[in-house]
């Protein structure tokens, strides 16, 4: 089952720092990834996506890895700015249903000006 | 102009009463959802449409009605609100089928005296 902590990750940067934020996934079928961004008092915003027959996209300032051996997904953020000071999401679709994204516990990313 | 947006932001109810929350999206999508957010922020789906078509219905309560009276609309109807029911709800809107990046609304925060 899933583990739900008392807080959530948290990663605190400098601005101007990178920024790694990890994701553990537990589907092995699963085969598309999204990154969401979570500002407070706002819904989930889209980031990137990857699908499972690549190991790396970038966009812009961002980066997503995907090592799909041990299941695990990074979001790389470059030269991070307090706008980027959210919570993120890692989201991962596969196995049954084609529409169905579970969702991470999420990281909160707090950038220190 | 919103992509997906939801009515009302905020709703503050007695324990015992029923609500609805809308949903509406512009993106000519043809599959909508709702997620419910937790105080931990742990986001889970509760229901997809496609088409006006039920295609996914987690483990939810059946106070909890779905209405999609066309694709471009999706409401959520609660019977008999609980404490447990306080969260802050989310809609979201894709393209259609298949692994799609899904659009988020800003959320409704349910608060359940």
């Known amino acids: 089952g899933e583990s739900v902590g008392l807080h959530l990750p948290t990663l605190s940067v400098q601005e101007g720092d990178n920024s790694i934020i990890n994701c553990a996934y537990s589907?092995?079928?699963?085969?598309?990834f999204i990154w969401y961004k979570q500002e407070s008092g706002k819904g989930p915003q889209f980031i990137i996506d990857?699908?499972?027959?690549?190991d790396k996209r970038q966009g812009q300032r961002v980066t997503v890895l995907l090592n799909k051996t041990v299941k695990h997904l990074s979001l790389q953020i470059a030269a991070t700015q307090p706008g980027d000071s959210a919570v993120y999401f890692c989201?991962?679709?596969?196995?049954?249903?084609?529409?169905?994204?579970?969702f991470g516990k999420g990281t909160l990313l707090t950038v220190n000006p | 102009d919103t992509a997906v947006s939801q009515t009302p932001k905020y709703l503050v109810t007695q324990m015992g009463n029923d609500k609805s929350i809308k949903c509406e999206q512009n993106?000519?999508?043809?599959?909508m959802y709702w997620y419910k957010q937790d105080s931990k922020k742990f986001l889970k789906i509760m229901f997809s449409?496609?088409?006006?078509?039920?295609?996914i219905n987690e483990t939810v309560p059946n106070r909890f009605s779905p209405k999609s009276p066309d694709k471009a609309h999706l409401n959520l109807h609660i019977n008999s609100l609980e404490l447990g029911d306080s969260a802050v709800y989310f809609c979201?809107?894709?393209?259609?089928?298949?692994?799609?990046?899904?659009?988020f609304g800003a959320g409704t925060r349910l608060s359940v005296l």
């Open positions: 979201a809107s894709s393209p259609g089928q298949g692994k799609n990046i899904q659009y």
């Open positions: 589907n092995s079928a699963s085969d598309y």
């Open positions: 990857i699908r499972s027959n690549m």
């Open positions: 989201a991962e679709n596969g196995g049954g249903s084609n529409y169905k994204l579970t």
């Open positions: 993106l000519g999508h043809d599959t």
């Open positions: 449409y496609n088409n006006k078509e039920l295609i």
